[in-house]
């Protein structure tokens, strides 16, 4: 037996195309594209790159999007008060900090910065404390992304044991928490957890998301479990140790082609609900 | 073998104690006492007699209170109106908004509605987003105290399995948000939960927080784990089937004189501290 695979390409096919019709009605409606503002501080080559992927992303699909860039010795408040501005911005309707910011910025107090409506990146306070409680609010892009996967292939997490593997405060955390806000049993493991092969072996849905090559080692998967691998790193290789795991399993990510194409998805698809909601709709 | 009782009451007057020490040089130093303001909405008893007994609590430690009282119709813009001005009044260092409230009342735009440098209770969306994420901020008081009384026995999750039973935004998602910050591996566990035992049995600490009379049997306890018993049922007897689970476990806190005596000491603890953060201490 081998797993069905999660094909988030066509997933998030779906979703941009759907953005895409609600960001053209949006412009015959208001007169103006819905717009997201990137905010890029320093000179990070890859980050650059992110940026203007999301940036022409945007436009194709019919949103403005519109760049600003900091310098690299830019304080807290520099970039805070930029953000701030964007934030009482009527022309901007959604927000995206470009992360990891250089170090002698406190990347928690720009967030926070983010004014909560525009919040289509999904990394203030009050989105994690929304995705946590079960209130109305923006996801964080992946871990959205994440359950709009399982919802696509009517994967109820309700009474399910979910493992995820990871606690970052834009991926880990918030995942697990959605998880628990749709009724699975959620446990987050993380560097310091002993017998990690042993938690995992229980999982009915793994959710790797640490950034550490096949972490998880495929005979670990329970056998007709679903493997979420939000990990990404060099050489198109996940958190999982795919082929095996692809034998064991119910459902699979791959990588590429399974978590990542849904992040940029959910981020668009956020921009043009925001914007509509800031009109009221 | 039995296991050793952690003693709330004692951990609890300690922290009291210190409490009132801090209220006084505040007092000294600011010709006014450390204030507390307790918001309470409808006609329930019990939690007149709450209010009551906090409001009581605080003046015998040398903190001002002062009680607001609205009525059973009110609406969530008359509370939230109310807990804006207590945030916006300076003689106000701590506000309490006594819970549940009428059906009628949105608690989580009224908790919202407290400023953060104010919120002693630990309830708003900014207060639970820094106990997940492990910024600075107000602990919910329940929870900080659970996490005082394991500081206190020299109880270090780092590495432990802690199996979280309840789920509310109060108690069970902050209490396990909190043990995930100091590295535990944290299981959630709520009503949806399937072979509850089977979870419970590896657990290295174990808090149950649902408010059902002997939920977790004494016979899932790993022998040698920490049993904390946030609950409270009619007639003295906790979530946990103590006599049984004491028989198991290392350390245990009894129902009442555990956790109980914890709650309203981290209230009073925050609200001094919350007096002093204002000053800029």
């Known amino acids: 037996m081998s797993a069905t695979i999660i094909d988030g390409q066509r997933v998030a096919a779906d979703l941009l195309r759907k953005t895409g019709t609600l960001a053209a009605d949006y412009e015959r409606a208001y007169g103006r594209k819905p717009s997201l503002a990137t905010v890029l501080v320093g000179d990070d080559p890859a980050s650059h790159t992110y940026v203007r992927m999301k940036a022409n992303r945007a436009r194709s699909l019919g949103l403005a999007s519109q760049a600003h860039y900091l310098r690299a010795d830019s304080s807290t408040e520099d970039v805070s008060e930029l953000v701030r501005s964007l934030s009482d911005d009527d022309a901007v309707d959604g927000i995206l900090v470009q992360h990891p910011m250089p170090p002698q910025v406190d990347e928690r107090r720009v967030f926070d910065s983010i004014s909560p409506a525009k919040d289509v990146d999904g990394v203030t306070s009050a989105s994690f404390a929304a995705m946590a409680l079960g209130e109305s609010g923006f996801s964080s892009c992946t871990p959205g992304g994440i359950i709009r996967l399982l919802d696509s292939y009517k994967i109820d997490p309700t009474g399910k044991h979910a493992v995820v593997v990871g606690r970052s405060p834009i991926l880990g955390k918030p995942v697990g928490m959605l998880l628990l806000t749709r009724n699975a049993t959620v446990t987050f493991c993380h560097s310091k957890t002993r017998d990690l092969d042993q938690i995992v072996r229980e999982a009915d849905i793994v959710v790797a998301a640490v950034g550490r090559p096949e972490l998880v080692q495929g005979d670990w998967i329970k056998p007709g479990s679903t493997v979420i691998d939000a990990g990404y790193n060099a ?47």
Chains 1, 2 share one sequence.
Request: aromatic share 4%; proline share 9%; no cysteine.
């Open 235 to 281: 050489g198109n290789v996940g958190d999982v140790e795919y082929p095996t795991a692809a034998q064991r399993a119910g459902f699979i990510t791959p990588v590429p082609g399974g978590v990542g194409p849904m992040t940029i998805a959910v981020l668009l698809s956020q921009t043009v609900e925001a914007a509509l909601r800031l009109r009221g709709e």
